[in-house]
T-cell receptor, first 121, second 112 residues
Framework: NAGVTQTPKFQVLKTGQSMTLQCAQD?????MSWYRQDPGMGLRLIHY???????DQGEVPNGYNVSRSTTEDFPLRLLSAAPSQTSVYFC????????????????????FGPGTRLTVT | AQSVTQLDSQVPVFEEAPVELRCNYS??????LFWYVQYPNQGLQLLLK??????LVKGINGFEAEFNKSQTSFHLRKPSVHISDTAEYFC??????????FGSGTKLNVKP
């Protein structure tokens, strides 16, 4: 298993540009999420999904869009990049309760990708 | 609003000494709590979690945490740390398993 993969690893954008951060997992996890990590602020949830076709907002959704057309992929789109979106972005996935978890102990254990470091100038 | 607070931004400790990293949560409903570790330039890795049952939870790498409902705390402990434990540690909580709230992190610096 590759686990959770994210591309690109690094990206520099100019203000106003758009881009998509890719996230994929090969563990058949129902739940997927996007976080941003800023110094001294921990991780903040941007958007999450509990299955294909189902997405919802997290704590800091403004300026970001998501879609979940397949179980495996959960891309994050920046529509018009702003310097305030300079951050490290992490994608994560996990099983949900009463799902196909190999054991109950695996439910809700989020597996994180390696991150994308984004700079907006 | 739900929140998770980590009281210490940095904790220096000597190798083989015990360590406690503090985490408090705010909640009037049932809460599920997690500790993650992040090594430099990597993603987060789960150390342990509390969903229900025994309030003392054991995790990987010799770490354990105790859920204390009366003090709304979930402190992480290790009786003897190694240089390799140097990393940033995050406490996280969830009330419905859809939204997770992370603390601001504690950098553990283990000195020889």
């Amino acid at each position: 298993n590759a686990g959770v993969t994210q591309t690109p690893k690094f990206q520099v954008l100019k203000t106003g540009q758009s881009m998509t951060l890719q996230c994929a997992q090969d563990m058949n996890h129902e739940y997927m999420s996007w976080y941003r990590q800023d110094p001294g602020m921990g991780l903040r949830l941007i958007h999450y999904s509990v299955g294909a076709g189902i997405t919802d907002q997290g704590e800091v959704p403004n300026g970001y869009n998501v879609s979940r057309s397949t179980t495996e992929d959960f891309p994050l789109r920046l529509l018009s990049a702003a310097p305030s979106q300079t951050s490290v972005y992490f994608c994560a996935s996990s099983y949900l309760r009463d799902s196909r978890a190999t054991s109950a102990l695996k439910a809700y254990e989020q597996y994180f990708g390696p991150g994308t470091r984004l700079t907006v100038t | 609003a739900q929140s998770v607070t980590q009281l210490d931004s940095q904790v220096p400790v000597f190798e083989e000494a015990p360590v406690e990293l503090r985490c408090n949560y705010s909640s009037s409903v049932s809460v599920y709590l997690f500790w993650y570790v992040q090594y430099p330039n990597q993603g987060l890795q789960l150390l342990l979690k509390y969903l229900s049952g025994s309030t003392l939870v054991k995790g990987i790498n010799g770490f354990e945490a105790e859920f204390n409902k009366s003090q709304t705390s979930f402190h992480l402990r290790k009786p003897s740390v190694h240089i390799s434990d140097t990393a940033e540690y995050f406490c996280a909580g969830s009330y419905n398993f859809n939204k997770f709230y992370f603390g601001s992190g504690t950098k553990l610096n283990v000195k020889p």
